[in-house]
């Protein structure tokens, strides 16, 4: 991966191999495989390199989000924004 001074998002090498793969199946939603097709999850991570949600609740929310955005926008309720809030594990 590569990265310049003035870009804030880290990009792989065009030749490179991407270490995980993201998939959507309508029926099923999100799913993350790592290149050797081990399972793995998505997170949150915050400024400071700190996980502060991961699993199947955040696979579930990003889902969400997606799948009520492009519904809105299908209906003409193009809003700018969507929310969704991974449900929370209780303590």
């Given at each position: ?60 929310a990003a889902w969400e989000a997606a799948v009520k955005a492009y519904r809105d926008f299908l209906v003409g309720q193009g809003h700018l ?11």
């Amino acid at each position: 991966m590569s990265t310049t001074s003035d870009e804030s998002v880290t990009q792989p090498e065009p030749d490179s191999q991407p270490a995980c793969l993201i998939t959507a199946v309508s029926y099923e939603g999100l799913s993350v495989r790592t290149n050797d097709g081990r399972r793995a999850t998505l997170a949150v991570v915050d400024a400071d390199g700190r996980v502060i949600a991961s699993g199947r609740d955040v696979e579930h929310a990003a889902w969400e989000a997606a799948v009520k955005a492009y519904r809105d926008f299908l209906v003409g309720q193009g809003h700018l924004r969507t929310l969704v809030k991974p449900a929370s594990k209780a303590d």
